[in-house]
């Protein structure tokens, strides 16, 4: 492509790019889904076993109700495309 100009070839780039970033998203969104149910969730069992005297059963409650929200979130992102 000879003809082209610098000015073209940044657009066309820029474009390119862009259209990357867009098809990226959701497994962007999938990396973090997981770990962020497993925090929440897991922080508000370590919360209540503070509060109500009973460690470790509610934080590992909270753990495991993350995992199955983390996990259900993660393959309902990955299966909508």
Do not use: H
């Amino acid at each position: 492509m000879p003809d082209e100009g610098p000015g073209r070839f940044l657009s066309r780039s820029l474009k390119v790019f862009q259209e990357n970033l867009r098809n990226a998203g959701p497994a962007m969104t999938a990396g973090y889904t997981l770990p962020a149910a497993m925090l929440v969730f897991g922080g508000v069992g370590f919360l209540l076993d503070r509060w109500l005297g009973t460690p470790p059963w509610l934080l590992l409650a909270g753990l495991g109700v993350g995992i199955v929200v983390g996990f259900a979130e993660l393959a309902r992102i990955v299966w909508r495309r």
